[in-house]
């Protein structure tokens, strides 16, 4: 009975690893939970925890059947892992990602690209619009129980990508190309109508500036631009946060097959 033990051990080890270096990845870059302010020592725990729960129903995927792999097919292998952890996970990041685009460009039509603040989830300094429309966003995520569906698409992975080795690469390069597209795109539309307002309100203030050459257009200008841009942030941000939300679900659902 030692003798078997012994040798199921091994193999138990290496699936489990193999089984974490994917779910850990994953993680690591899930939306919610894998923020910068978020404690290392939690990421750890719930990867394990989800590794621990999935594993029954992703050992039978691995091709190692009743042994191990050979150290080498078995390092091959663990890093395919984690580059389909990696890839699947910063696709999903990038929606979040369109966050920080969005808010960069809103502060730069008002005018307050100066105002820059410590960004809680990445670290460095962001524009302080883009900080609160990604902190807004988490917020949500947790909120709205998206963050289960993310857990869901961990598991789903294993049916979406099998754990064969390493992926093709032209899929993977399609697919991060198609995500940053995504996240470029969707940031522009959260931004779309403080671009309009700031066209329309610096063509005024030209035509403005025409007709009455000796008004200080500057310094009427800069503070009326930040005061209606509030306005305008607080009047959409229900229907900006909503765009973000229902990408955000697609994407998810993407992920899990719906």
């Not at 129980?145 to 399609?174: F, N, R």
Request: glycine share 12%; aromatic share 6%; net charge neutral.
């Amino acid at each position: 009975m030692n003798t078997s033990l012994n040798l199921l051990l091994p193999g138990l080890a290496a699936a489990y690893l193999l089984t974490f270096a994917r779910v850990g990845t994953l993680i690591m870059l899930m939306p919610g939970v894998g923020e910068g302010l978020v404690s290392p020592r939690l990421r750890l725990a719930l990867a394990l925890l989800v590794t621990l729960v999935l594993f029954p129903t992703v050992r039978p995927l691995l091709p190692m059947g009743n042994g191990t792999l050979a150290p080498p097919a078995l390092i091959g292998l663990l890093f395919g892992e984690i580059l389909i952890g990696l890839m699947l996970g910063l696709c999903v990041r990038m929606v979040l990602a369109a966050l920080t685009t969005a808010g960069n460009v809103i502060s730069q039509q008002l005018g307050l690209a100066y105002a820059m603040t410590v960004d809680p989830t990445m670290g460095g300094q962001q524009a302080a619009i883009g900080n609160f429309l990604s902190l807004l966003g988490i917020t949500l995520i947790l909120a709205t129980d998206l963050h289960h569906l993310a857990l869901e698409a961990i598991g789903h992975s294993y049916v979406t990508i099998p754990p064969t080795g390493l992926p093709a690469m032209g899929d993977a390069a399609k697919l991060a190309l198609d995500a940053f597209a995504r996240s470029f795109a969707l940031g522009v539309r959260i931004a779309g109508p403080f671009i309009v307002f700031a066209i329309l309100f610096n063509l005024g203030l030209g035509v403005l500036s025409r007709l009455m050459p000796q008004l200080q257009v500057f310094f009427l200008g800069v503070p009326a631009s930040v005061i209606l841009g509030m306005l305008i942030l607080a009047g959409a941000l229900g229907l900006l946060m909503g765009l973000f939300l229902d990408d955000l679900g697609r994407t998810l659902g993407q992920l899990v097959g719906r």
